[in-house]
T-cell receptor
Framework: GAVVSQHPSRVICKSGTSVKIECRSLDFQATTMFWYRQFPKQSLMLMATSNEGSKATYEQGVEKDKFLINHASLTLSTLTVTSAHPEDSSFYIC???????????FGNGTRLTVT | RKEVEQDPGPFNVPEGATVAFNCTYSNSASQSFFWYRQDCRKEPKLLMSVYSSGNEDGRFTAQLNRASQYISLLIRDSKLSDSATYLCVVAGGGNKLTFGTGTQLKVEL
């Protein structure tokens, strides 16, 4: 089946630094990738949608200058958390789909801890 | 009202029991429905899609009631390995997915 790889799986960084998370589709071309965030005991919250070669669409309340998304190819999207703060500590998950098809395939997630 | 609502549980059931979860959604224009399973500190994995006529996959049965705007998941003969959080997922226009908060299931010996 379709596989989505996310890296790193876990990262600890200091407040004020930036962290980049990669999401790759390994055996299909991902025209659309989604980035979610999940706080403990809460549901996944969509942060942004990125289409290959175009700017990402951010959900209300998500700062686009803080969460930089790049979807430069059909197999790779990156999320950069800039100037991270402790409140950014969360589980970040990417997902991807091919051309207009559901359901989504999820990456294995990145647990970010900002100290 | 939340777009997708689920009873958070936990549902504690003995091995072999039958357990059912419901999920309600607020957007009557929703088009696609899914159940995902999420293990602790892991990514969600698709369990099954939910079709209008209802569908079954082994011990799992999913049903959709558009009139009442809810979907259900029935698990028969529960196994210890079924312990997880079950996420109700609804897709609306533009294929945007909305996740419920999940229902936690604990299957015990």
């Amino acid at each position: 089946g379709a596989v989505v790889s996310q890296h790193p799986s876990r990262v600890i960084c200091k407040s004020g630094t930036s962290v980049k998370i990669e999401c790759r589709s390994l055996d299909f071309q991902a025209t659309t990738m989604f980035w979610y965030r999940q706080f403990p005991k809460q549901s996944l919250m969509l942060m942004a949608t990125s289409n290959e070669g175009s700017k990402a669409t951010y959900e209300q309340g998500v700062e686009k200058d803080k969460f930089l998304i790049n979807h430069a190819s059909l197999t790779l999207s990156t999320l950069t958390v800039t100037s991270a703060h402790p409140e950014d500590s969360s589980f970040y998950i990417c997902s991807a789909r091919g051309r207009g098809l559901l359901p989504l395939h999820f990456g294995n997630g990145t647990r970010l801890t900002v100290t | 009202r939340k777009e997708v609502e689920q009873d958070p549980g936990p549902f504690n059931v003995p091995e072999g029991a039958t357990v059912a979860f419901n999920c309600t959604y607020s957007n009557s224009a929703s088009q696609s429905f899914f159940w995902y399973r999420q293990d602790c500190r892991k990514e969600p994995k698709l369990l099954m899609s939910v079709y209008s006529s209802g569908n079954e996959d082994g011990r799992f049965t999913a049903q959709l009631n558009r009139a009442s705007q809810y979907i259900s998941l029935l698990i028969r003969d529960s196994k210890l390995s079924d312990s997880a959080t079950y996420l109700c997922v609804v897709a609306g226009g533009g294929n945007k997915l909305t996740f419920g908060t999940g229902t936690q299931l604990k299957v015990e010996l």
